[in-house]
Each structure stands twice: as C-alpha cells, then as structure tokens.
C-alpha cells in the first residue's frame, strides 16, 4: 500500500482564510502518472464551509478548491 503525505495550501472558497492541511492519501491508483489527481473534503475552521480540493498528490500543488461536489463530473484544470 502506498501512502503519501501532502501539505496543501488552500484558499477557502467561502471565506478566503488561507488553510495548510495535512492530508495523507493512499490506495491504488495514487502513483499513476504525474496527471493523476486526488481529492479532500475539509471543512474550514473559520467558517466552517466544506472544501473539496482537488490536488497532484506527487508535488501538492492545488489544482482546485470546490464548495460543492459536481458529482460525476470533474472540473477542467486550470493552468493560471
Ligand atoms: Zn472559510
């Protein structure tokens, strides 16, 4: 099993407060290629509004912060 652990830092996408998690992923699949993406949910501590990040587990770099899921569909990345 691998596992990984990943400093991210977030905007929250409700309050615009800076956040860095530690978030640790694992499973099948992690190490796929350098375009493979994970995803965590957390809830923001100020606001408490959920964030779902959408992240490359190999270097951490946020690609993505959702305030709602869009289930079944997953956003473009953005290059900016
Ligand atoms: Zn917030």
């Known amino acids: 099993m691998i596992a990984l652990e990943v400093l991210l830092d977030v905007i929250c996408c409700a309050c615009g407060e800076q956040l860095a998690v530690t978030v640790r992923c694992e499973g099948e699949g992690l190490m796929d290629g350098p375009d493979e993406k994970a995803l965590a949910s957390l809830a923001c501590p100020y606001c ?7 992240f490359a587990p190999e270097s951490g770099e ?19």
């Open 48 to 54: 408490h509004q959920m964030n779902h990040v959408i």
């Open 62 to 80: 946020v690609v993505e912060v959702l305030s709602r899921l869009r289930i079944g569909r997953m956003p473009e990345p953005s290059l900016n």
